[in-house]
């Protein structure tokens, strides 16, 4: 097949291609540096081809507290993005499927995380633009899926974790930053901190099970929205004392200030409509990932791990 990818660099992006080139696809592989998707025109350099799916995994956003100062940049900066994929999607590659990612911080904190709830109730605040984005780049699939039955799947993963990580120091996702804090905690002596109490609970899925699932279900299923998780989730004081154990450093010397942003205090996505589509789900234990996860950040050190001092 030939498949346009946007955040092709990017954590998500890299790894989804470097699955599809590894299967013979032809890519076309799309970032910032390359195109510049504010920009209405952006896409046109690229009609000489006609593409069987574009996977749009562009976003502007980082991890932590980054949407709580952001918030009118990020509606303006995702809006343009989304709309001129949307556009160029329905005037010049009409034939192709549309997968994107939406986001679990759409779903409203007091509702239960299935699909069905992903357009009702309102996302937690201090994620509240962010998500809107994204709820609005979903209701572009359907209306275009309405008028012109373009066709669509809109995929909705939990935090995804692995090796392969940006390293260019923007703020990290909750399990990176906890093995970056740990891991310098064991090398320097620095002292860790973790933010909140430490009893908010997340759920991870491995960015490599997540790939193979997302392009599965992109051959098999059409106009969907589904949910990717693992269906479980736990503490960040249980994520915290695996990694401990794994690089030999005392839990008990941690830290937790309670002051800090943390977020919501849960966030387990259902998964019963996934496993319809994929009844034989397997995903990489806990363990397991985190273990590759650490041993990656140990080929990362002056990138990851450099010493301040």
Not at 51 to 61: E, N
Not at 217 to 226: E, F, K, P, T, W
Not at 255 to 277: E, I, M, P
Request: charged content about 20%.
């Amino acid at each position: 097949m030939k498949i346009i990818i946007t955040g092709a660099t990017g954590f998500l992006g890299t790894i989804l291609c470097s699955h599809l080139a590894a299967q013979g696809h032809e890519l076309v592989r799309l970032n910032s540096q390359n195109c510049d998707l504010t920009q209405p025109d952006s896409l046109l350099k690229y009609n000489h081809q006609t593409y069987d799916h574009i996977y749009h995994l562009a976003a502007w956003t980082q991890a932590g507290d980054f949407c709580l100062y952001h918030p009118g940049e990020q509606w303006i900066i995702n809006q343009q993005i989304n709309t001129n994929v949307l556009a160029w999607w329905q005037k010049y590659q009409p034939q192709a499927k549309l997968i994107s990612m939406g986001t679990s911080c759409a779903y409203a904190p007091d509702l239960e995380l299935i699909e069905e709830n992903y357009l009702t109730g309102i996302p937690i605040d201090s994620l509240f633009t962010y998500a809107m984005t994204k709820r609005m780049l979903y209701a572009g699939q359907l209306a275009l899926h309405k008028q012109y039955g373009l066709k669509y799947l809109c995929l909705v993963p939990s935090t995804l974790y692995g090796p392969g990580y940006h390293t260019d120091g923007r703020q990290m996702h909750f399990i990176f930053d906890l093995i970056r804090k740990i891991m310098r905690g064991k090398r320097y002596g620095e002292p860790v901190v973790l933010w909140g109490d430490g009893y908010q609970s997340r759920e991870l899925v491995f960015v490599n099970d997540f790939v193979k699932i997302m392009i599965q279900l992109a051959i098999n299923v059409d106009n969907q929205l589904i949910n990717i998780g693992a269906g479980e989730e736990f503490t960040i004081r249980h994520f915290a004392k695996l990694i401990c154990e794994k690089v030999d450093y005392d839990f008990a010397l941690i830290q937790f200030d309670t002051k800090r942003y943390v977020g919501a205090k849960s966030k387990c996505l259902s998964v019963g409509k996934l496993k319809q589509y994929v009844p034989d789900l397997t995903l990489t234990s806990l363990e397991v990932g985190l273990s590759k996860t650490i041993e990656w950040f140990g080929t990362q050190q002056d990138k990851l791990l450099p010493n301040n001092k």
